[in-house]
């Protein structure tokens, strides 16, 4: 009995570990959480479709507050958020922003290949195609040119995968430095942007829509 104990002790305590937050590695995920958030999706919410959700947050709390699929526990509620938030990406996957050495910054001239992983991108109807040396000076120049943009593309800082701009949350005043100096720091959810915000000393954490044109023009 003693012994079953300590065994039951320490699966809560691994447990804990694998799903305490949501910044898993992949094989944990193929492992562990996907299976699991799989079998939860088939056999009790397989109407449940994460295409509907803007963010990974969202879709987390309202299975969580709203029971959408039925009560879970919170371990089972992030296996399935993240099975199916990943799911989701997985199919509309956005390709890296890739540039060449003759590309530039429209904004302040500096030339791009120097810096991949803070390259953020817009794309008019006409098939323009403007790529920067990071967010600020993205958002400079989308504030003056915002008629007939078709996407706006940005990069997460941890993942470097790409992201939709406008669905994206953005860190300001941190320790981290961009190519030209301050900057503002791109995430997928809000709570790594959060996590990111506490260990560097940033101020304050906004969604695109939240973003305005005197906002970064302070950020020098």
Excluded at 4 to 16: A, D, E, G, M, Q
Excluded at 76 to 88: C, G
Excluded at 149 to 172: E, M
Excluded at 199 to 212: A, C, W
Aim: hydrophobic share 40%; aromatic share 14%; with cysteine.
């Amino acid at each position: 009995m003693h012994t079953f104990k300590i065994i039951f002790i320490l699966s809560t305590f691994v447990s804990s570990l694998l799903f305490g937050n949501s910044s898993y590695s992949q094989a944990i995920k193929e492992k562990k959480i996907y299976p699991m958030g799989k079998l939860i999706h088939t056999k009790h919410c397989a109407a449940l479709d994460a295409k509907k959700y803007g963010n990974y947050d969202v879709l987390l709390r309202d299975i969580q507050e709203k029971h959408i699929c039925s009560k879970l526990s919170a371990k089972h509620s992030e296996a399935l958020a993240i099975y199916l938030w990943d799911k989701k990406n997985s199919v509309e996957d956005i390709p890296k922003i890739t540039v060449t050495k003759e590309d530039k910054c429209p904004v302040c001239g500096m030339y791009l290949h120097y810096y991949p992983n803070w390259v953020a991108r817009i794309t008019y109807s006409k098939e323009e195609v403007y790529s920067f040396d990071g967010i600020k000076d993205m958002l400079k120049f989308y504030f003056n040119n915002e008629k007939g943009i078709k996407s706006v593309w940005v990069q997460d800082y941890y993942t470097l995968r790409t992201l939709d701009a406008k669905k994206a949350f953005y860190v300001i005043g941190s320790d981290v430095l961009g190519p030209m100096g301050n900057e503002l720091i791109a995430f997928a959810t809000l709570k790594s942007a959060k996590n990111f915000s506490l260990e560097h000393k940033g101020k304050k954490v906004f969604p695109f829509n939240k973003l305005t044109e005197k906002m970064v023009r302070s950020i020098e």
